[in-house]
């Protein structure tokens, strides 16, 4: 079973940077699309980025555009969120999740099409 394990979060201040690490084991990646989600306190469980088997990334908020960016490496079986130039609203637990779609050039936005799921990481923007 698909086991996943996010790291990277912390404090930032406005306009500041963070890396956030998506490490997965139990499985081959390859299988998979990979999707980041948010939740800030007291607002619903957000998909803001993903990015497909064959890597395809599609962003979910036209606020993030340019600002966050997704990849992989299924070699090192690690996806990454890069977010640059970060705002004191992305304050938020941001968690990575996996999907098997049949396609090789989606990946879903909705978080209940994800069946994995990691325990999460806190990004606070706060000066």
């Known amino acids: 079973q698909l086991q996943l394990v996010e790291s990277g979060g912390g404090l930032v201040q406005p306009g500041g940077s963070l890396t956030l690490s998506c490490a997965a084991s139990g499985d081959t990646l390859e299988d998979y699309s990979f999707g980041w989600f948010r939740q800030a306190p007291g607002k619903e469980r957000e998909g803001i980025i993903c990015i497909s088997r064959s890597g395809t990334t599609t962003n979910h908020l036209d606020s993030l555009k340019g600002r966050f960016t997704i990849s992989r490496d299924n070699a090192k079986n690690t996806v990454i969120l890069r977010m640059n130039n970060l705002k004191p609203e992305d304050t938020a637990i941001y968690y990575c999740?996996?999907?098997?779609?049949?396609?090789?050039?989606?990946?879903?936005?909705?978080?209940?099409?994800?069946?994995?799921w990691g325990q999460g990481t806190q990004v606070t923007v706060s000066s």
């Open positions: 999740a996996a999907d098997t779609p049949a396609g090789a050039t989606f990946c879903a936005s909705a978080p209940p099409l994800y069946p994995y």
